[in-house]
T-cell receptor, first 113, second 112 residues
């Protein structure tokens, strides 16, 4: 039982390049989330998927797109990376029950130069 | 939408002393308040949570209190140990959704 996994662990991009961050969970959770973590800013929600087939914007969605590929996988895409997107990205999942624990992946450290 | 404020941003305590971290929230309809601990370079992990129908919850050396009237909740760690050094995040559920809004974090340093 791997829990929540993310790839890659580290990535360096040049401004304007694109990339997709991958996330998968094996806990049969319905809900999945993407956060970014910046110093002094806490965890800010980018997008989330309450259940397979649905996605919704969070607090900071600009510059990102998501795909809920199936129940297990939820990807985050940066179409044209900008230095402001330098951050640590965490994926999380939870049961589709309000007030349930979110389980986080190990994170992806992204640097955009 | 929900807004969560967390204080202090950094906290240093001597080993064995108590630590208290406070959060306020804006939406009176929020009903779930988790606390996450994040060690350096690691992922956030849930350490304790409280629901709006409960005023206090304890788990060994950690406790959380909730004041719904004042819309604030606090994390209490007693008999602090060096391994308690980490960043702690509070969060509040956003009513009617599956989203949590996180505070900006508190870096706790326990000095030996």
């Amino acid at each position: 039982n791997a829990g929540v996994t993310q790839t890659p662990k580290f990535q360096v991009l040049k401004t304007g390049q694109s990339m997709t961050l991958q996330c998968a969970q094996d806990m049969n959770h319905n809900s999945m989330y993407w956060y970014r973590q910046d110093p002094g800013m806490g965890l800010r929600l980018i997008y989330y998927s309450a259940s397979e087939g649905t996605t919704d914007k969070g607090e900071v969605p600009n510059g990102y797109n998501v795909s809920r590929l199936n129940k297990r996988e939820f990807s985050l895409r940066l179409e044209s990376a900008a230095p402001s997107q330098t951050s640590v990205y965490f994926c999380a999942s939870s049961e589709q029950i309000r007030g349930s624990e979110q389980y986080f992946g190990p994170g992806t450290r992204l640097t955009v130069t | 939408g929900e807004n969560v404020e967390q204080h202090p941003s950094t906290l240093s305590v001597q080993e064995g002393d108590s630590a208290v971290i406070k959060c306020t929230y804006s939406d009176s309809a929020s009903n779930y308040f988790p606390w996450y601990k994040q060690e350096l370079g690691k992922r956030p992990q849930l350490i304790i949570d409280i629901r709006s129908n409960v005023g206090e919850k304890k788990d060994q050396r950690i406790a959380v209190t909730l004041n719904k009237t004042a819309k604030h909740f606090s994390l209490h760690i007693t008999e602090t140990q060096p391994e308690d050094s980490a960043v702690y995040f509070c969060a509040a559920s956003e009513a009617g959704t599956y989203k949590y809004i996180f505070g900006t974090g508190t870096r706790l340093k326990v000095l030996a």
